[in-house]
């Protein structure tokens, strides 16, 4: 009977996998190339700051809640609702939108451009709502074979097919008239590491878990506080976590993998072998396959990469929100360069998490944790980042002039971390932020399947197998993974 599993990677996918499997009866034990866990959804201390370094703030609690009632656990953190969602400036205007989710509170700061806006936005949501609950099925299921994956599509309601063939941006341009509305409803794609000009309409649904099905959450603390807690559930499992272990390469016997093996020779066994590193580049670094080969990952289409800023400063900002973005004033002009042009990041578009503005206790008294992230080109279109720290003065200096105080006296901590550090740490490919991209020739039963096409004892759990990226998507792809797993196990027995 196979019991035995082993996971490489502890990123959240890699912890919510194994917690399933340890209390199903499965041994599991995890081996991790960091010195912790949490992958991209990690916590940075400095200076006596403390950052969430990746995800800030997470939607569809549901599936959290999944977990945990799959687990047979209380959740093992705690976690509250955002209302405002965010806060938007725009660099032509000094107004500051806020993202409230009482849709008539949020309609009046469009009124006078857009007098119809709460009535074309309410209309917006219903088919977003119609389009989350119709293809619902589509995300929660695994397939076998591209065949059941269309099949599965075929079910969808026909209605929605013109969505198809629609972008995001237009989608929303459908329903409401303002400029400032459509740019602002439209950021949610750049969540998914693309544009709004190139991210398929059909992730509209997007919008009604934001206002309407369920909403943003915060976890109090910050958010390294859900890895923690998932780790210590699987301490009370005894499941050991080995650190600083880099796996590059493998010993197959037959059609099943029989050993992982890291970087000072070790090998790892196990009956069962489940892979929480990005699933396409794993299957070209680790297993060399030919489909997967640096060229042929390049022509891939993968997520942008991120400039992550992290800034300790000796003061409170009071009149800033916990979730902000700014936005310059050429909205399609910007999200044309983003991907391939070097010179967009001299005039970025960003966002800003003041963690401390709900969590006082990741800052000194009188002081702010300030986590920036930036869009920016991946590493195959700016390869070098000798001039970060002048790009990155640049972001300071202008977020100074956005609340009007000149931070750069007040900044007693710096870290910053380029597509090259991400893509060092967590192997991304280029150093993309989420992985594969979510267009639509890239998810479902187009994305790399979270079982191996060669070894029949190994699986893939994360953002870039399926159903896709974000921390929601990969907690229900833990649960996808362990369907098969105990489909596998029973076959095996």
Known sequence: ?????????????????????????????????????????????????????????????????????????????????????????????????????????????????????????????????????DTNVVIKSNYDNLFEYLLTLAKVNPLHLPVLFRNFYDHVAHYVKSDDARQILSLVAFFLGKTPFDTPAVYTLLSYTEFMHDGYFNVKGGMYRVVEGIVDELEKENVKIHYNT???????????????????????????????????????????????????????DWTMGSLTIYLGIKCKLPEVSHHNYY?????????????????????????????????????????????????????????????????????????????????????????????????????LHRGSGLGLSHKMMQIGGFRPKNFDEVFKNVFYVGASTIPGGGLPMVVIGSRLVTERIEKYNVKAE
């Open 246 to 300: 880099e796996i590059v390469d493998y010993v197959q016997e037959g059609d099943k993998l029989k050993y992982l093996v890291d970087k000072n020779g070790r090998k790892w066994g196990a009956d069962i072998i489940v892979v929480n590193s990005d699933a396409a580049v794993f299957r070209g670094r680790v297993f060399r396959r030919r489909e997967y080969t640096e060229e042929k990952l390049d022509k891939m």
């Open 327 to 427: 936005l310059g004033d050429n909205y399609r002009e910007y999200a044309g360069k983003v991907f391939i042009s070097p010179e967009i990041v001299d005039k970025p578009y960003y966002y800003v998490n003041v963690l401390s503005r709900s969590n006082p206790g990741c800052a000194p008294e009188g002081c702010e944790s300030l986590f920036f992230v930036c869009p920016v080109p991946d590493l195959s279109k700016k390869p070098r980042w000798d001039d970060r720290d002048k790009i990155v003065d640049s972001i300071i200096d202008d977020y100074s002039a956005r609340i009007k105080k000149d931070i750069r006296p007040e900044i007693v901590s710096r870290t910053v971390y380029t597509p090259f550090d991400w893509q060092e740490q967590f192997n």
């Open 1 to 133: 009977m196979a019991k035995s599993v082993l996971i490489a990677g502890a990123g959240l996918g890699g912890l919510a996998t194994a917690l399933r499997l340890a209390k199903r009866g499965y041994k599991v034990e995890i081996v991790e190339k960091n010195g912790n866990a949490g992958g991209r959804l990690n916590q940075l201390k400095k200076d006596g700051f403390t950052f969430d370094t990746g995800p800030s703030f997470f939607s569809m609690s549901y599936e959290f809640t999944e977990f945990a009632n799959d687990c047979r656990i209380k959740l093992p953190f705690e976690y509250y609702e955002l209302d405002p969602l965010y806060s938007v400036n725009f660099s032509k205007s000094p107004v500051t939108y806020h993202l409230y989710k009482e849709i008539s509170k949020l309609a009046a700061q469009f009124r006078e451009q857009d007098p119809d806006f709460e009535t074309g936005f309410r209309s917006y949501l219903d088919k977003s709502k119609r389009l989350f609950h």
